[in-house]
Structure formats: C-alpha cells, structure tokens
C-alpha cells in the first residue's frame, strides 16, 4: 500500500521525540540508583569503621583492667590499719597518679587523681578527655595498630556506706577508640573497683 505523501509529512518525527524522552527517564533512573547504591556503600563503610572504634575502645578498657589488676602501680587493697582516715588512704591510693594527668612527666602518662570524688565537676570531666588527645597525658594501649586506642584511668578513693573512714580504691577507666579513619571515634568510660 502507499501513503500520500502528505500523510507522512504530518508525523513530523513524533516517535523520534517518545523515544529520546524515554531515553531521558531511564538514564535519570539509572542515575538515581547509582546515587543510591554509592550512598549505601559510603553508610556501611562508616558503620564497620564505627564498629572497629567501639571494638578498639572496648579491647582498650579491658586492657586498663588487666593492668590495673596486675600492675603495682595500682594499690588494689590499703595496707594500713582498717581505723585509718580516708586522707592516709587516698595517699596511699595515689602514689603513682598526677593531678595533670602526667604533664609533669612520662612515668605518671594518663594517670589522674583528682581530690574530689568520681562525681567530678564538668571542668575535670573536660580535662580528661582533652588528655585523651594530648601526647604526653594518656596511655596508648599499644595492640600494634596505626591509630591505637587512647587511655586515661582516674584514681579516687570512694567512701563505702557504714564506714565513717573507710574508703575503697576505685579507677574510672576512659578509654578512647579510633577506626581506620581517624576522625571516627568512641569513647567509653567505666568505673572499676579491686576490692
């Protein structure tokens, strides 16, 4: 059969025009779904570079443990009589602990007293975790990675109910964890007792 020309003069490219719009709506599709799928890679990245922070905070706490319990420069027990003060005790206590936090040398690196109690003004909690990010105040538990988890432990002798003078060693432990990306970080605090 043959078509006047007129008659096909008049399509004037329409199907030209559907199929590029066409065209247009699925590379725009396949656009989105790439955009999604780099977005869900870049969010599962993040969450195993958080989790290997909080396993690297974690191994560090249990780390300060080890060494609190083992270690002679944590007095588990005092030594002295039970009637002592709390003072005698506290002094026993702190031995080996800094109120700077070992900025006035490297034997006592991450190791904190303060005099007043574990429930510590907001300005000492502060202190701590800038020590956590200093050189000289804070320990590096050292596990053989490149960015090694950061620990401060605070010594206070915490008063036991009952006793008008006793007073139990007690160490809050502050451990801080970084990911393979060092700007990732958790920090985790735990209150620890020998006794």
């Known amino acids: 059969m043959i078509f006047p020309k007129q008659q ?16 247009l709506i699925l590379t725009l599709l396949g656009m989105s779904v790439l955009q999604t799928s780099t977005l869900e ?12 922070a909080f396993q690297r905070a974690e191994s560090a ?13 944590f007095v588990h027990r005092y030594s002295g009589d039970p009637g002592d003060s709390a ?6 206590g ?17 190791l904190c007293y303060d005099e007043l109690p574990l429930q510590a003004a907001a300005t000492w909690e502060s202190y701590k975790r800038t020590s956590l990010e ?7 538990a050292n596990f053989g990675l490149t960015n090694e988890p950061h620990v401060v432990i605070e010594y206070s002798c915490e008063v036991v ?8 060693y007690t160490y809050k432990i502050l451990a801080r964890g970084y990911g393979d990306d060092r700007t990732t970080q958790v920090t985790l605090e735990e209150i620890y007792r020998t006794e």
């Open 8 to 23: 096909l003069s008049n399509q004037r490219g329409a199907a030209l025009v559907i199929s590029l719009f066409l065209l």
């Open 41 to 52: 890679e870049r969010m599962t990245a993040n969450m195993g570079d958080m989790d290997q």
């Open 61 to 73: 706490l249990r780390w300060a443990e080890a060494n609190i319990n083992a270690d002679t420069w």
């Open 87 to 92: 003072a005698l005790r506290r002094s026993e």
């Open 94 to 110: 702190k031995a080996n602990f800094a109120e700077d936090c070992g900025a006035s040398g490297a034997t006592t690196a991450g």
């Open 134 to 140: 200093t050189a000289d105040r804070h320990i590096v």
């Open 161 to 168: 109910a009952g006793g008008a003078s006793e007073c139990v």
